[in-house]
Structure formats: structure tokens, C-alpha cells
């Protein structure tokens, strides 16, 4: 009788399993209908500027990843900050949209043959509408200007 009973039990949790699995594979694909729908910004009124960590836009956008690094990671964050000096960085990109600064990333040789993507940030309202690709097709193409990590 007991067999039985452990039976029925583990049937019942194995086809609540399943709809809890069916339930999360509902979720994502509802979350992939979203990013698929999000509004892309048009490249065109997307405006990339080339400078350097002196750029007030930019250190401004530094410190809000700082603060979104430390919110996400906490204590471990503060291990971390020391590598992430942005002082006399001369390749920073930075990204507009209608005049206003949403994005930023940079890099520096890491080796002969290569660089380091540093600092990349979008700010959250206009994540998923392609800003950090094209900040990092940005980086790319002015290592690939300057022969770095070639």
C-alpha cells in the first residue's frame, strides 16, 4: 500500500515538473518576443563620438556602471574596482541619441596582439535597441585604424 502511495506522489510531482518546465519555457519565449519587438535604434540617429576618458559624458557614465557593478556584485565589486582605473585612456567611445550620452566603452592594449574592451556601459532605458554593438563595432574598427591587437 505504501508503494502505492509513493507511486502516485511521485507521478503527481513529475507532472507538476513538467508544467512548471512548460511554464518556464513560456516565460522565455515570451521574453525573446520582447527583444525580438524591441524598438531598434536606427544607426543613423545614433551618434558615435571618438575621445578620451577626460570627457565628462563619459566619467558620468563611468560612475553609474560603477554604482550598477557595486548594486549587482556588492563586496566583490570593490576587488574588482582597481583594475578599472579610466585614467589617460585616449581610445573611449561614446554614443548619443537625440544629444543625450547613452552608451560608452573603451579599450587599451592588453598584449602585442591584442586589446582589452574596458568601461562598456548602456544606460538601462535604452538597453536592447543595439547601442552596445555598435559602441564595441565602433572600439573594433578604431583598433583596427590604429594596428592594434592585429
Same mark, same amino acid.
Given at each position: ?13 513529475? &507532472? ?17 518576443? &520582447? ?22 559624458? %563619459? ?15 556588492? !563586496? ?6 582597481? %583594475? ?8 573611449? /567611445?561614446? !554614443? ?10 573603451? %579599450?587599451?592594449? %592588453?598584449? #602585442?596582439?591584442? /586589446? ?5 556601459? /548602456?544606460?538601462? /532605458? ?6 552596445? =554593438?555598435?559602441?564595441? =563595432? ?5 583598433? =583596427? #585604424? ?5
Amino acid at each position: 500500500m505504501r508503494q502505492g502511495t509513493r507511486n502516485k506522489v511521485q507521478g503527481t510531482r513529475h &507532472k507538476a515538473q513538467g508544467t512548471r518546465c512548460k511554464n518556464q519555457e513560456t516565460r522565455t519565449k515570451k521574453r525573446i518576443q &520582447k527583444i525580438k519587438v524591441a524598438k531598434i535604434i536606427n544607426p543613423v540617429s545614433l551618434k558615435m563620438r571618438r575621445t578620451s576618458s577626460e570627457d565628462r559624458d %563619459f566619467q558620468e557614465l563611468v560612475r553609474l556602471l560603477d554604482k550598477d557593478l557595486l548594486d549587482r556584485y556588492g !563586496a566583490l565589486q570593490d576587488y574588482y574596482s582597481r %583594475f578599472n582605473s579610466i585614467k589617460n585612456l585616449p581610445t573611449v /567611445v561614446m !554614443a548619443y541619441y537625440k544629444g543625450q550620452p547613452v552608451g560608452c566603452g573603451c %579599450f587599451k592594449q %592588453f598584449d #602585442e596582439g591584442s /586589446v582589452e574592451i574596458k568601461r562598456m556601459y /548602456v544606460s538601462p /532605458v535604452q538597453r536592447g535597441k543595439g547601442i552596445g =554593438a555598435t559602441i564595441l =563595432a565602433e572600439l573594433e574598427k578604431w583598433a =583596427a #585604424e590604429l594596428k592594434v591587437g592585429t
